[in-house]
T-cell receptor, first 115, second 111 residues
Framework: DAGVTQSPTHLIKTRGQQVTLRCSPK?????VSWYQQALGQGPQFIFQ???????QRGNFPDRFSGHQFPNYSSELNVNALLLGDSALYLC??????????????FGEGSWLTVV | DAKTTQPNSMESNEEEPVHLPCNHS???????IHWYRQLPSQGPEYVIH???SNVNNRMASLAIAEDRKSSTLILHRATLRDAAVYYC????????????FGQGTELSVKP
């Protein structure tokens, strides 16, 4: 049973460019969340998708957007990249929306470097 | 969101038990307490979670105080592979799936 898979694992972009990161949730999971983790910090919640809609959002600007597909996979898009967007981007999946007490599974992340 | 307080770092010797404390005095009655850990250069990994009773699984035990204002993650025999940052996270019932990570406790294990 494959867990949460993310691609690409590493990428380098230039300031002002746009990036798309991809995530496939754990089999059977229908809810996908994205987190940003800067070096030396804990992960910060970006947003959560369920039934192809954004359901919860953290304190991130509109440059961060996402999408969920009918097969539950998801994309994170970041426009107009800033140097400060350099971080590890983590995808997490779970079953059910706003259901506390569920186990949440994380992928290994996508390392984004903005130069 | 409930606030948590954890020691910044702890040390343990290999094959000895480790008790990782967490204070979450503002937790509400329906918030689960989750513990995740993150090994270097990896995504967070689920360890254990509970609501009111103590919980055990193959990785660890979770002891929850009777007033639920604190909890302790217990690793019964630390191994080198347990060296990681451990996060204690209350999971608000109305925000299930939205985990608020603090700074966590960096656990180092000495051979």
């Amino acid at each position: 049973d494959a867990g949460v898979t993310q691609s690409p694992t590493h990428l380098i972009k230039t300031r002002g460019q746009q990036v798309t990161l991809r995530c496939s949730p754990k089999s059977g999971h229908d809810t996908v969340s994205w987190y940003q983790q800067a070096l030396g910090q804990g992960p910060q919640f970006i947003f959560q998708y369920y039934e192809e809609e954004e359901r919860q959002r953290g304190n991130f600007p509109d440059r961060f957007s996402g999408h969920q597909f009918p097969n539950y996979s998801s994309e994170l898009n970041v426009n107009a990249l800033l140097l400060g967007d350099s971080a590890l981007y983590l995808c997490a999946s779970s079953l059910g929306y706003r259901t506390s007490g569920n186990t949440i599974y994380f992928g290994e992340g996508s390392w984004l470097t903005v130069v | 969101d409930a606030k948590t307080t954890q020691p910044n770092s702890m040390e343990s010797n290999e094959e000895e038990p480790v008790h990782l404390p967490c204070n979450h005095s503002t937790i509400s009655g329906t918030d689960y307490i989750h513990w995740y850990r993150q090994l270097p250069s990896q995504g967070p990994e689920y360890v254990i979670h509970g609501l009111t009773s103590n919980v055990n699984n193959r990785m660890a035990s979770l002891a929850i105080a009777e007033d639920r204002k604190s909890s302790t993650l217990i690793l019964h025999r630390a191994t080198l592979r347990d060296a990681a940052v451990y996060y204690c996270i209350p999971d608000h019932y109305n925000q299930g799936g939205k985990l608020i990570f603090g700074q966590g406790t960096e656990l180092s294990v000495k051979p």
